[in-house]
């Protein structure tokens, strides 16, 4: 690949990258900052038992 024809390619790369995020500015949803929501700690017991073991025991317990 020839010197001249890589930097096209980068340059052509770099427009689109500003001018995707120029445009995904405009195109926002409002009250939406970004793709990925907050994620939120949840304390306490999982909700699906851990080992197979556990679960034997756990049952063994209820009967």
Request: charged share 20%.
């Amino acid at each position: 690949m020839t010197r001249s024809k890589r930097f096209s390619i980068v340059l052509a790369a770099s427009i689109v990258l500003i001018a995707g995020s120029e445009v995904g500015d405009r195109l926002a949803i409002p009250g939406m900052h970004s793709l990925i929501p907050t994620a939120e700690a949840v304390v306490g017991r999982p909700l699906t038992p851990v080992s197979v073991a556990g679960v034997s025991r756990r049952t063994a317990r209820r009967n």
